[in-house]
Structures are given as structure tokens and as C-alpha cells.
């Protein structure tokens, strides 16, 4: 029964690289992978593995060859002391599957990073938009060179579009100040050609009045000059 019990365990191979063995409740090899260790001392197991087999309870340890070993207690019977199942395998194969899971990881965190960091880019592109079309306003106002028909969007009701809509509103109250101020250039313009008009005609008339007045002086000297002469002769 043992001999068929050895083989039976030889031939499970639950992972890659493992062995099996069972060992009896005083600490002797019933099944080993090695058949020069059937029924011998299981030397090679801690004193604390041993007390936990003849205990029934499970344990675990890892020798100098970076073996995993698990030994896992069996009832054969309930009137026979509990032996126990040692599963033996690479502890780099048992961390095998949490290296490619970390590096699977390391991977998605990278690549979720990089997504974020260019929607991140476009999000703050999206949101300076504003602040940059508010900076090329006020540097065209300060530059004397704005146009002022042009106005900033002001979508929603964060800040930025609150501060859109207040430019706006200052820009069109500059704007209609100025025209304010044309439209009354424009009237001055025209009092000061009404004006130059009027002082043309007067300095006109008062050239006339005053050529009519050397006209009537000659001709009052003249007559002096008639009365003069009848009086003498």
C-alpha cells in the first residue's frame, strides 16, 4: 500500500519543478521522489517541522537551496496518528506569477500616467485658452493697437468666463466713450469751419466797408478842395 501510495505521489507534479513526499507521524519518509530516502529519518525537515507533523498542524519552511516546502497534515484514520503531505517547489517559481503581475502592474501605472499626462496637457491647454486670448486683448489695449469690435468668448460660469464677460463689458463701454468723443470732435470740427466761414465774411465786409469809407474820405476832400478853389476865385 505504500509502495502504491510512493507512486501515486511521484507521479503529481502540481507545479513546475515540484515534488512530493509524505512523511509518517513519527517523522520517517513513507513516499519520497528518492526512493533511498523510503523509510528513513527525515533529516532534512526543522525539529519545528517534525512537532508540527506529529502535532497535526501545518507548516512551512525554505532551506538553503531556495526550496518552498508546505506540510500539510492527512488522517489516514481516525484511530492513527495524522502524518503529513509535504509539497516541495522553487521559490522563484512561486513568485514567478507575482513578478509578472507586478510588472503587468508597473506597465498599466505607467501607461495610465502617460494617458493622464497628456489629457492632463490638454486640459490645461484648453483651460489657458481664455487667459491667453485676455493677455493678447490687454497687451493690444496697452499698445494702443486693439481692436475693440473684438470680444472673448465667455462660455459658462467659472471665473475665466466671469472675467471674459467684464473685459467685455469694459471694452464696449471704452469703445462707446470714444465714440462718444468722436461724434463730439465731429461737431467741433464743423462749429470751427462755421466759425472760420463767419470770420471770412466779416473780414470780407470789413474790407469792403472800409474801401467804401477811403472812397467817400476822397471824395469829401476832393469837394473840400472844389469848394476851396470857388471860394478863392
Known amino acids: 500500500t505504500l509502495d502504491r501510495l510512493g507512486q501515486l505521489l ?3 507534479n502540481p507545479m513546475r519543478d515540484g515534488q512530493m513526499a509524505l512523511l509518517s507521524n513519527g517523522g520517517l519518509y513513507a513516499s519520497h521522489p528518492d526512493a533511498a530516502r523510503l523509510q528513513k529519518r527525515a533529516d532534512d525537515v526543522p525539529a519545528e517541522g517534525l512537532a508540527a507533523v506529529k502535532a497535526g498542524r501545518p507548516w512551512h519552511y525554505e532551506d538553503n537551496q531556495g526550496m518552498v516546502h508546505l506540510l500539510q497534515p492527512v488522517v489516514i484514520h481516525p484511530d492513527i496518528a495524522p502524518w503529513a503531505v509535504r509539497l516541495s517547489f522553487p521559490k522563484a517559481h512561486a513568485t514567478e506569477s507575482a513578478r509578472a503581475l507586478m510588472w503587468t502592474t508597473l506597465l498599466t501605472a505607467l501607461a495610465c500616467a502617460a494617458v493622464t499626462g497628456m489629457v492632463l496637457v490638454v486640459v490645461v491647454h484648453r483651460l489657458l485658452a481664455p487667459l491667453r486670448s485676455l493677455r493678447g486683448a490687454m497687451m493690444g489695449l496697452a499698445s494702443g493697437e486693439a481692436d475693440l469690435s473684438v470680444k472673448l468668448q465667455a462660455r459658462g460660469h467659472d471665473e475665466l ?18 465714440w462718444q468723443i468722436r461724434e463730439a470732435a465731429g461737431s467741433v470740427q464743423v462749429a470751427s469751419g462755421e466759425i472760420a466761414s463767419g470770420n471770412l465774411d466779416l473780414s470780407s465786409r470789413t474790407e469792403h466797408a472800409a474801401s467804401s469809407l477811403q472812397q467817400t474820405a476822397s471824395s469829401m476832400e476832393q469837394l473840400a478842395d472844389t469848394v476851396r478853389h470857388t471860394a478863392d476865385t
Open 10 to 12: 511521484a507521479s503529481v
Open 161 to 178: 468666463a466671469d472675467i471674459a464677460r467684464g473685459f467685455n463689458g469694459f471694452v464696449a463701454k471704452v469703445n462707446g466713450s470714444l
